[in-house]
């Protein structure tokens, strides 16, 4: 549509946590569905090469993309709103950006020159901007630059974004600047000064921000908007307001009706249209106005962080609408649930899922949450560890093998039914070194899997080290949990299920970071819909 990229560079001020995300990923939506093609990115200041090696209580979920990247989570909200797939170019770190000038550094390619911050780090900063833009495949590429402005480590980055003002010329950049106005109950009054001062620090950097971004508990009146133009230096229209909204589903919309898709395409000198919503907007009907509604238990050991199991949720909210009910999700922390306990704290459940996770932590009460469920016949899912976890179980309480673990808990099991990747055993680094990223599955036609995918071969995202072991195969299927999805090349145990149960699978892969607005994962839909089954029939 045209010919060089535009782009449009996300900030944030005041406070952290505003959602630059939330407000990228609407935007972005509000442009697709005007017809431009769009993608979205995120520059995180931190030093680690990507968040795949950060606990969940730093930093959240961990975003595994198609080509194996472990990404922030920001990464999922774009993928969910846009419903086109990220990758590692998507999301680039302090630590990778410093990686690559060091290695170039190593490998004599600055010619004796003295490495500096400014140019080297910068100039890398604006490749990885553009990377995405070159491709040829965005007329649009959003860069959410992560953390606060002000912050030491952020200053590179505004750095580049100003360099970056100058090299692409006049209306092909447009600065957004993502803000607080806090509300003073004392006073009664909603505050610009925090907003002033945080344009002022952008200026001092050379960045002038374009538009303003304002989330408020409260409506801006008019005089507050031109107060806010007058002192920020920005037109009165691009003073957008972002009421907190019940649902980041409304946000679109909310942008919408402030015009922040016009006022960008204005700066950018490009045409304006109508954004067709269709799709989006039945969806966000649908999930507003449920028919009914499932309680489903969340089980892991970071259930009191939103954010840990981010993807999960939402994938959720797709499936619920899908199915025209309210799923309400109950975190359940597995440290804490014994066999004492377990009947009270699972018992009016309609369905249980079994979160993925790593180590030791909180595992025994996994693996009584499954026992519960599949002798109850609830509606469960596992995802990866969850899976594993489905798998202990039913060695240990089926088959009589008392000890029988995974290697990751404890090395020296007897029956070590989930084993140690053959391809993982000489890997030491932690970091981006597990099986990642998009695999084939092959299904079995006679399964509840088959009848979910309604196709024989399907693609799903991975983050693991551990599998099922094929050497205890026979003995599960005998007795009633049967492996139905094998990776083609290697045999790798996919998905495993019990028939006899109502809707009983668990899966090696990660389905939660596939769903979106638009294709709502099928696992979650059909899990969602025997969980409501289930409800009925009780
Ligand atoms: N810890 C398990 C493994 O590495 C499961 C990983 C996960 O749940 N993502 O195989």
Not at 211 to 230: D, F, P, Q, S, Y
Not at 381 to 386: A, N, P, R, T, V
Not at 506 to 520: D, L, R
Request: aromatic share 8%; proline share 4%; with cysteine.
């Amino acid at each position: 549509m045209t010919t060089n990229p535009k782009y449009i560079f996300v900030t944030g001020g005041v406070s952290s946590s505003l959602g630059k995300g939330i407000i990228a990923a609407s935007l972005a939506k509000l442009l697709q569905a005007q017809g431009y093609r769009i993608t979205i990115q995120k520059l995180d200041p931190y030093i680690n090469i990507d968040p795949g090696t950060l606990n969940p209580y730093e930093h959240g979920e961990c975003y595994v993309t198609d080509d194996g990247a472990e990404t922030d989570l920001d990464l999922g909200h774009y993928e969910r709103f846009l419903n086109v797939p990220t990758s590692q170019a998507n999301n680039v770190t302090t630590g990778r950006i410093y990686q690559s000038v060091i290695d170039k550094e190593r490998r004599g390619e600055f010619l004796g020159k003295t490495v500096q911050v400014i140019p080297h780090i910068t100039d890398e900063i604006k490749r990885r901007i553009q990377i995405l833009g070159n491709s040829g495949d965005y007329d649009i590429v959003i860069t959410e630059i992560g953390g606060t402005v002000g912050d030491i480590e952020s200053l590179p980055y505004i750095e580049a974004v100003r360099q970056l003002e100058w090299d692409l010329g006049e209306h092909n950049t447009c600065v957004i600047h993502l803000t607080l106005v806090p509300y003073l109950s004392a006073a009664g009054e909603l505050k610009t000064k925090p907003t002033q001062h945080s344009v002022k620090t952008l200026m001092e950097s050379g960045v002038q921000a374009d538009i303003l971004v304002c989330r408020t508990e409260h409506k801006l009146n008019e005089g507050l908007k031109t107060k806010l133009a007058r002192f920020c230096n920005v037109r009165k229209e691009a003073v957008i307001e972002s009421i907190d909204a019940s649902t980041i589903y409304d946000v679109p919309n909310l942008m919408l009706e402030e015009g922040l898709d016009k006022v960008v395409l204005n700066q950018l000198q490009l045409k304006s249209d109508v954004p067709d919503l269709t799709t989006w907007n039945t969806f966000v009907k649908r999930h507003k106005n449920p028919k009914s509604e499932v309680t489903i238990g969340l089980i892991g050991k970071y259930v009191e962080l939103q954010d840990s199991y981010k993807s999960i949720l939402e994938a959720f909210i797709h499936a619920g609408a899908e199915n025209e009910v309210k799923v309400i999700v109950e975190p359940i922390h597995s440290e804490y649930l014994s066999e004492s306990n377990i009947e009270f704290k699972l018992g009016h459940l309609d369905g249980v899922l079994v979160a993925p996770g790593f180590g030791e932590r909180g595992i025994e009460g996994k693996i009584d949450a499954v026992r519960y469920v599949r002798e109850n016949n609830i509606p469960f899912l596992g995802i990866c560890l969850g899976m594993q976890m489905a798998v202990i179980e039913y060695a240990r309480n089926v088959l009589n093998l008392k000890d029988a673990n995974s290697v990751e808990m404890d090395e020296n099991t007897s029956n070590p039914v989930i084993n140690l990747m053959e391809s993982q055993k000489d890997v030491v680094n932690k970091g981006g070194t597990m099986r990642l990223g998009t695999w084939d599955c092959k299904i079995e036609k006679d399964s509840t899997a088959y009848k979910v995918y309604k196709s024989e071969l399907i693609t799903e995202r991975h983050r693991h080290r551990f599998e099922f072991n094929s050497d205890y195969k026979t003995q599960f299927e005998n007795a009633g949990l049967v492996p139905t999805g094998f990776n083609p090349d290697t045999g790798l145990v996919e998905i495993v299920e019990i028939p006899e149960n109502n809707w009983f699978v668990g899966v090696q892969y990660h389905p939660e970071y596939k769903s979106t607005v638009k294709n709502p994962h099928p696992l979650f839909v059909a899990f969602v819909a025997a969980a409501l089954k289930y409800k009925n029939k009780k």
